[in-house]
């Protein structure tokens, strides 16, 4: 069983049908001791970082989604998922996160690519994981796949060895990072057809 975090923000049932779509089951709860206890949880997002930690803490999420990190169980972060585990955001001002991973989230410059990035982009391995070996929500996924992404915001992680994949856009940035039992992803796999299914299909059997 899949547990998604609903905190008010987020593709929740887009998460879970792509879960349902894999012969994967899957639930949405807000319901903190639910999450404690999960097997694997998926912490999804859209939306401005201090909006996000506001709705955790107005749904009393915070703690238990932090206790069930600590478990050292499956974690999967997508999009604003992936940024609420580092230590600040500028958005709106600086913000807190889980901090979690060491770093902060950045905006994109001014340039001349447009703001937010959406749509289609590859995504490129970077080095290897401290202990050699490949992430394994990537396995069976092609060097240089496609997938989707909305955000004007990214991480810059303190510790380099987190991360597994960049992607340019002006600018290379961190789109996906792997620690131990966790792993959060800039880009969106629901919305991503095949490589995307391919990821929550691999996040199921880790």
Same mark, same amino acid.
């Given at each position: 069983?899949?547990?998604?975090?609903?905190?008010?923000?987020?593709?929740?049932?887009?998460?879970?049908?792509?879960?349902?779509?894999?012969?994967?089951?899957?639930?949405?709860?807000?319901?903190?001791?639910?999450?404690?206890?999960?097997?694997?949880?998926?912490?999804?997002?859209?939306?401005?970082?201090?909006?996000?930690?506001?709705?955790?803490?107005?749904?009393?999420? /915070?703690?238990? &989604?932090? *206790?069930?990190?600590?478990?050292?169980? +499956? !974690?999967?972060?997508?999009?604003?998922?992936?940024? @609420?585990?580092?230590?600040?955001?500028?958005?709106?001002?600086?913000?807190?996160?889980?901090?979690?991973?060491?770093?902060?989230?950045?905006?994109?410059?001014?340039?001349?690519?447009?703001?937010?990035?959406?749509?289609?982009?590859?995504?490129?391995?970077?080095?290897?994981?401290?202990?050699?070996?490949?992430?394994?929500?990537?396995?069976?996924?092609?060097?240089?796949?496609?997938?989707?992404?909305?955000?004007?915001?990214?991480?810059?992680?303190?510790? /380099?060895?987190? &991360?597994? *994949?960049?992607?340019?856009?002006?600018? +290379? !940035?961190?789109?996906?990072?792997?620690?131990?039992? @966790?792993?959060?992803?800039?880009?969106?796999?629901?919305?991503?057809?095949?490589?995307?299914?391919?990821?929550?299909?691999?996040?199921?059997?880790?």
């Amino acid at each position: 069983m899949i547990t998604i975090v609903d905190y008010g923000m987020g593709n929740l049932r887009s998460v879970a049908k792509g879960f349902e779509r894999l012969g994967v089951s899957a639930r949405v709860t807000q319901d903190p001791q639910e999450i404690t206890s999960a097997s694997k949880l998926v912490l999804p997002g859209v939306g401005a970082f201090q909006d996000a930690i506001q709705h955790l803490e107005q749904f009393h999420l /915070t703690e238990p &989604i932090r *206790t069930f990190l600590e478990k050292k169980k +499956p !974690f999967l972060g997508i999009c604003l998922g992936l940024q @609420l585990l580092f230590a600040e955001s500028e958005e709106g001002g600086l913000s807190k996160g889980f901090g979690v991973l060491n770093g902060r989230v950045r905006r994109f410059p001014e340039g001349p690519l447009k703001v937010p990035h959406i749509g289609w982009n590859s995504i490129r391995r970077v080095g290897e994981n401290a202990r050699g070996q490949e992430c394994p929500l990537l396995e069976g996924i092609p060097e240089g796949s496609y997938f989707y992404f909305v955000h004007s915001y990214y991480v810059d992680p303190v510790d /380099t060895s987190v &991360i597994v *994949t960049q992607t340019d856009y002006g600018t +290379p !940035f961190t789109s996906m990072i792997w620690k131990e039992n @966790l792993i959060a992803t800039q880009f969106h796999p629901e919305k991503s057809q095949q490589w995307g299914l391919k990821l929550l299909e691999n996040f199921a059997r880790f």
